[in-house]
């Protein structure tokens, strides 16, 4: 085979706009593992989101959540793990404060917050999709539901000095149409921590510095001992990006930005086309 691993983002990528997975990009998948191939989640989501995505559609290879931050195995044991230093975090919440910005932090499969509001009501059922539709059994979808909360604390700055959580991932939100401009004046703050979005800007995500899923997508290829040249990556959005890049082949969704377009080597249809199975169709098998 050309490409012996598939990564594969979820939101935008593999789910489609209903959150489900089309029948024919489950069944194109399983042909190019039936072939020795291995598919790679690759995501932004939470390692329980990722494992419980991973087990509706039968893979069984590593997962790497958080984007980057989490490299797991399909049962859910931890082969690397990168987490925020606790002054970085007290730094970047002190900063989105003074402009009015919402942050939430994300500490294993609960997320801290500082009040309740749109972005995280209902969180946990937005975060366990129920993937009826992808041949998800509703009784293990509540397991892991069971498993992952919201938590809200107050004074975040008081909890991550007295309970030092180890926190790998950070999400931002705001009422204004782009975070762009912010983006902009965190990058130039401070080197700390890696900046991107999985919404064009409509959020941001913070990862510790230097990680990315570029970096963990070459762990696990070394992991597997395949040479990147041989690893495909398909996404949709600046949190792929490097991965794009990184891969022996990127492969843009049809609906992903023009910039994110520009970083592949080729560009398959959207999510709401089966993009995923008509790239491994076309590339892969």
């Known amino acids: 085979m050309k490409y012996s691993i598939l990564a594969v983002d979820l939101d935008g990528t593999l789910l489609n706009k209903e959150h489900e997975?089309?029948?024919?990009?489950?069944?194109?998948?399983?042909?190019?593992?039936a072939k020795g191939g291995k598919v790679v989640i690759c995501s932004g989501r939470t390692?329980?989101?990722?494992?419980?995505?991973?087990?509706?559609?039968?893979?069984?290879?590593?997962?790497?959540?958080?984007?980057?931050?989490?490299?797991?195995?399909?049962?859910?044991?931890?082969?690397?793990?990168?987490?925020?230093?606790?002054?970085?975090?007290?730094?970047?919440?002190d900063f989105c404060q003074s402009f009015g910005v919402y942050a939430h932090f994300y500490e294993g499969d609960t997320i801290l917050i500082p009040e309740?509001?749109?972005?995280?009501?209902?969180?946990?059922?937005?975060n366990i999709l129920p993937l009826a539709r992808s041949g998800g059994k509703q009784n293990v979808c509540q397991t892991y539901r069971d498993q992952c909360g919201v938590k809200l604390v107050t004074d975040l700055n008081q909890h991550i000095e007295v309970n030092k959580p180890e926190i790998m991932?950070?999400?931002v939100f705001h009422e204004q149409d782009s975070?762009?401009?912010?983006?902009?004046?965190?990058?130039?703050?401070?080197?700390?921590?890696?900046?991107?979005?999985?919404?064009?800007?409509?959020?941001?995500?913070?990862?510790?510095?230097?990680?990315?899923?570029?970096?963990?997508?070459?762990?696990?290829?070394?992991?597997l001992h395949v040479p990147l040249s041989k690893v495909a990556a398909i996404?949709?959005?600046?949190?792929?990006?490097?991965m794009l890049k990184t891969a022996g082949l990127g492969i843009a969704m049809g609906n992903a930005p023009e910039k994110v377009k520009g970083a592949a080597d080729v560009i398959t249809d959207t999510n709401q086309q089966a993009g995923v199975a008509k790239a491994i169709k076309k590339y892969l098998l």
């Open 235 to 242: 996404g949709d959005n600046y949190n792929d990006y490097k």
């Open 116 to 126: 309740k509001n749109r972005w995280n009501d209902s969180w946990v059922e937005k």
């Open 169 to 171: 991932k950070i999400a």
């Open 179 to 223: 975070l762009y401009e912010f983006a902009k004046k965190l990058e130039d703050q401070t080197e700390d921590y890696e900046i991107s979005t999985s919404l064009d800007y409509a959020n941001l995500e913070i990862s510790p510095f230097g990680v990315s899923k570029a970096q963990s997508l070459a762990i696990v290829a070394s992991h």
């Open 47 to 93: 390692a329980l989101s990722t494992r419980w995505i991973a087990e509706t559609i039968g893979l069984t290879d590593p997962i790497i959540a958080y984007n980057g931050a989490v490299i797991q195995s399909n049962n859910g044991d931890i082969i690397e793990k990168f987490l925020f230093n606790k002054d970085v975090i007290s730094a970047f919440l």
């Open 21 to 33: 997975i089309d029948l024919e990009t489950i069944e194109a998948i399983h042909e190019f593992r």
